[in-house]
């Protein structure tokens, strides 16, 4: 357990002192629809609705004092109409070269990015394969061969395109789903899950052009409960599954085992994101019921789940990602914020 997983679970007894507090808040002048860390930790990148695209500085929570908590970020790169329509999704390449962002104008942007200047370089690649709102993303990246593969999902067509972004073309496509892509998660370089409308779940080998697992609403005795699929995430040792629906349930199955753990409910409307701690130790997930819970792994999966409020927005939360190494999240929402939380300092 790291120094940050451990330090809470020390003070689990102590509610306030287990509250996440707001660090850093951007506002905009539309909902926030996106997130994510650059693999470092010391960036991280937000799209609105406005189709402002930025990058901020990660601060160092540890120097922070009490009046400097909730002031808004560094921002390092600000792109106004960054597409012609919502910024839906974005994405960091596992070395951090690339940042990819997704749109309801039904294209994908990636741009090369210097890890010494903060500043996104080059000319932009702009695909244009898909024919509705581009939802969700994820890089399938190859450090021995250097190849960067994208994947992208979303409403239209049904269909999952993956890119090599070298040559900047889509050169696969996976079909299958039956409604529109609401989530991908990739856990290592050649496979990722997808979560769709459709109410199922999909596992994809780009080494095959089929499925190679699915989840859907008749595996082991309706496990998805007829409800469209929202989120999913796979924990970092291709273990575990969790998957966020539309009726407010979280599923948890057991991908080697292929079975379903549990069922639970910590959210009492829809569920938008679902994300494993670095460590797989805790879960955190978001809901159009404005709240962020976070739910303790630690023990039986198969047991009753705690689940905790760590933080609150005035509106619908939409998304969540955690930093890489340190015990703290982003969430943005409809509130027209991404905000930063962490631990209060000692």
């Known amino acids: 357990m790291n120094t940050e997983e451990s330090d809470l679970t020390m003070r689990e007894s102590d509610t306030e002192r287990s509250q996440f507090v707001p660090v850093t808040t951007i506002s905009d002048s539309q909902a926030i629809r996106c997130v994510d860390f650059h693999p470092n930790g010391r960036l991280y990148a937000v799209g609105s609705n406005s189709k402002t695209f930025r990058i901020c500085q990660y601060p160092q929570l ?36 690339l940042i990819a962002t997704g749109s309801n104008d039904k294209t994908i942007k990636y741009m090369r990015f210097n890890n ?14 898909h024919d509705g709102t581009v ?7 190859n450090q021995s061969t ?34 529109h892509i609401s989530s991908l998660y990739s856990w290592n370089h050649s496979m990722f899950v997808s979560g769709s409308q459709d109410q199922t779940i999909r596992f994809w080998d780009i080494r095959v052009n089929v499925a190679v697992n699915s989840f859907d609403q008749e595996f082991k005795g309706g496990a998805l409960q007829n409800s469209p699929v929202t989120a999913v995430s796979v924990d970092p040792t291709g273990r575990l599954l969790v998957s966020g629906h539309s009726d407010s349930a979280c599923v948890l199955f057991d991908i080697r085992g292929n079975r379903l753990i549990q069922r639970f409910y910590p959210h009492n409307a829809e569920i938008r994101c679902v994300r494993f701690s670095p460590s797989a130790y805790y879960m955190l997930t978001c809901s159009y ?58």
């Open 289 to 346: 019921d404005n709240t962020i819970k976070l739910t303790d792994l630690q023990g039986d999966l198969a047991n009753e789940l705690s689940s905790v409020l760590v933080a609150k927005h005035k509106d619908k939360a939409i998304t969540i990602r955690w930093h890489p190494t340190e015990f703290s999240f982003i969430s943005t929402s409809a509130d027209k914020t991404a905000t930063l939380w962490a631990l209060p300092p000692p």
């Open 146 to 179: 250097k190849s960067r593969l994208l994947v992208s999902g979303g409403a239209g067509d049904c269909k999952i395109y993956v890119t090599d972004c070298v040559t900047g073309m889509p050169f696969q496509m996976f079909s299958g789903h039956t409604g």
């Open 62 to 97: 540890s120097k922070l004092r009490p009046g400097q908590l909730n002031c808004p970020p560094s921002v390092l790169c600000k792109r106004t109409k960054h597409h012609r329509g919502s910024i839906y999704c974005t994405c960091w390449s596992s070395d951090g070269e």
């Open 116 to 129: 010494d200047t903060n500043q996104m370089v080059g000319h932009e690649v702009e695909l244009n394969m």
């Open 135 to 141: 939802r969700d993303m994820c890089f399938l990246d």
